[in-house]
């Protein structure tokens, strides 16, 4: 959450996947249409609806809108934790052309599927009321944007990082974090070998059955040079590539180097065993890092970590963009008082004092290099590089039933029940249906 080579890369999956899938649910070309509530208008009461705000800022930054606004009041409608289970909220509000969601707070990958059914208003590029998106990472405005238009407005973007015991690696004489597989698997081996690593597993990606195994998988086939879907809108993921990079997650969990209750971990879940001390190598988003550093005591692990890219088979590996953005509801009330709010939220004043309190990544580009975040951040260098180089999960129109087919064919790999080449076959064959014109 530059017009690099992975903008227009994201551009050109988003149009392709939009094309192909425009004649599924709702489909068609949004705007234009008075149903769809086009016009920013009305003034009042407001609500959110979000995710879990487990820092608490998110509150702070509201109540200072709130003070200031004593006739356009905000309150946040907090959803279930799950994305999965957000996801179907705000559809079921949306299908039922409820005004209780004034502004959606919206995995990155779901714009185009929420564009597309007209349940978002169009947001102006242009004239008085426009939303200044040049002073953001480029990739993370794509993410906001269907069909070359504006939907949504990044709020934080995300990029996975790997997250490494600095103080168990320079136990075991290892000055490097690794940045391949092997070299992660060379390097647990020697600290499990000391007596400190004793108890303690060695990595853990997400592949539970929920979206966070969407982004497992693709991170693993995009660092193996595959892909899930291609830019042309057609399935590819019975490749090579893609084998390589399932069979890394499914190796993983059978031999153990994943904990055994990994197949039921969902991200707190792995936050929580990582800040316990019982992990060496975790792949997780930037939220993590303040809280694992946190000296309350509800971290063993504090000052005690790093965070580097994640590894490859050859190098480096491609983490998952990731972020949140913030959309109107077509069919709320007050969209003159959203728009405002969104705005006031995406204020770079306002990203600095979030990303400092809860090191959550922003989308505003000049704050990755500002000295008093890199002093309290280090790893924001690291952290852009990997956002500018990061891939995204198919942006489809029918993303729900993409990313269910992704975790129900790659969630009975890991489990033993479907071999890697039978699952892989199967998934092409189910996503062709669902990104392919009847």
């Not at 899938?21 to 086009?38: R, T, Y």
């Not at 004593?70 to 179907?88: G, K, T, Y």
């Not at 052309?97 to 779901?110: G, Q, R």
């Not at 600095?166 to 600290?191: F, H, N, R």
């Amino acid at each position: 959450m530059r017009r690099t080579p992975l903008a227009g890369a994201l551009t050109g999956l988003a149009l392709a996947l939009s094309l192909a899938a425009c004649g599924g649910d709702g489909g068609g070309s949004p705007g234009g249409d008075a149903a769809a509530g086009s016009e920013l208008t009305g003034r009042g009461p407001i609500t959110l609806a979000t995710g879990k705000d487990r820092s608490g800022n998110m509150q702070k930054m509201i109540d200072a809108w709130n003070k200031a606004h004593p006739n356009e009041q905000a309150r946040v409608v907090e959803l279930p934790d799950e994305p999965n289970d957000q996801r179907q909220q705000m559809i079921q509000n949306a299908t039922t052309k409820s005004d209780a969601y004034t502004i959606l707070n919206l995995d990155v990958v779901w714009t185009a599927e929420f564009a597309a059914n007209r349940w978002l208003v169009e947001l102006p590029k242009a004239g008085p009321n426009a939303v200044d998106t040049s002073v953001l990472l480029p990739a993370t405005v794509t993410t906001g944007e269907y069909r070359g238009k504006l939907y949504a407005v990044p709020l934080t973007s995300d990029s996975g990082l790997l997250y490494y015991r600095s103080d168990l690696l320079a136990k075991a004489g290892i000055k490097e974090p690794p940045k391949t597989w092997q070299e992660m698997w060379a390097a647990c081996d020697k600290v499990k070998a000391l007596p400190e690593g004793k108890g303690v597993d060695c990595y853990l990606t997400e592949v539970g059955k929920t979206e966070g195994l969407t982004v497992s998988t693709a991170e693993a086939i995009n660092s193996a040079g595959g892909t899930i879907v291609g830019a042309d809108g057609k399935p590819t993921v019975n490749t090579p590539q893609a084998k390589t990079g399932v069979d890394f997650l499914a190796r993983a969990v059978k031999d153990g180097r994943m904990p055994k209750a990994a197949l039921t971990l969902d991200g707190e879940g792995g936050r929580r065993h990582f800040q316990a001390g019982k992990l060496l190598f975790h792949r997780q988003w930037p939220y993590q890092y303040e809280l694992a550093n946190k000296k309350d005591g509800s971290s063993k692990v504090a000052g005690r970590f790093h965070v580097a890219p994640i590894p490859g088979p050859n190098g480096p590996g491609a983490a998952n963009l990731g972020g949140h953005n913030y959309a109107i509801s077509a069919f709320a009330k007050n969209k003159a008082t959203a728009l405002d709010f969104i705005k006031y939220m995406a204020d770079g004043a306002q990203q600095k004092a979030n990303l400092l309190a809860t090191s959550q990544a922003p989308t505003v580009a000049a704050l990755y290099t500002d000295p008093e975040i890199v002093k309290k951040y280090p790893f924001m260098p690291t952290l852009k590089a990997a956002i500018e180089n990061a891939k995204s999960r198919p942006a489809a129109v029918k993303y729900g039933d993409v990313t269910a087919a992704v975790q129900g064919a790659v969630y009975d790999t890991l489990g033993g029940r479907t071999p890697t080449d039978q699952a892989l076959s199967d998934l092409q064959g189910k996503l062709g249906a669902l990104t392919t014109t009847p």
